[in-house]
């Protein structure tokens, strides 16, 4: 499968953008889509992750109740709805698609596909 990342921009903090997660070559609902963001100089962190139905969700703590990830099998995309932005969420922010649900979904090595990557810059 392969995955495209779309949405980012720049954006004053309190702002609200929302990302894109459009699979091409294979159907999306046989994988769990995660979200992760990468800031310069640091690691790779998950944001949010939902389930092949989209009944489960998790996010980090860093975003709830500022962040809501869903998906739209009939579209194979998965969205990832940021409000209220803070100039710490600036990075670049990743989907991915794998297998590993629950807990085990946050963590980056569970994916096994990923795409390029959408840059989002908050202002304060």
């Known amino acids: 499968v392969q995955l495209q990342a779309s949405g980012g921009g720049l954006v004053q903090a309190g702002g609200s953008l929302r990302l894109s997660c459009a699979a091409s070559?294979?159907?999306?609902?046989?994988?769990?889509v995660g979200w992760f963001r990468q800031a310069p100089g640091k690691e790779r962190e998950f944001v949010a992750s939902?389930?092949?139905?989209?009944?489960?969700?998790k996010s980090a703590d860093s975003v709830k109740g500022r962040f809501t990830i869903s998906r739209d099998n009939a579209k194979n995309t998965v969205y990832l709805q940021m409000n209220t932005l803070k100039p710490e969420d600036t990075a670049v922010y990743y989907c991915?698609?794998?297998?590993?649900?629950?807990?085990?979904?946050?963590?980056?090595?569970?994916?096994?596909?990923w795409g390029q990557g959408t840059q989002v810059t908050v202002s304060s």
């Open positions: 070559g294979r159907s999306l609902v046989t994988y769990v």
């Open positions: 991915a698609a794998g297998y590993a649900s629950g807990v085990y979904s946050y963590a980056p090595f569970t994916y096994g596909y």
């Open positions: 939902i389930s092949r139905n989209g009944g489960g969700t």
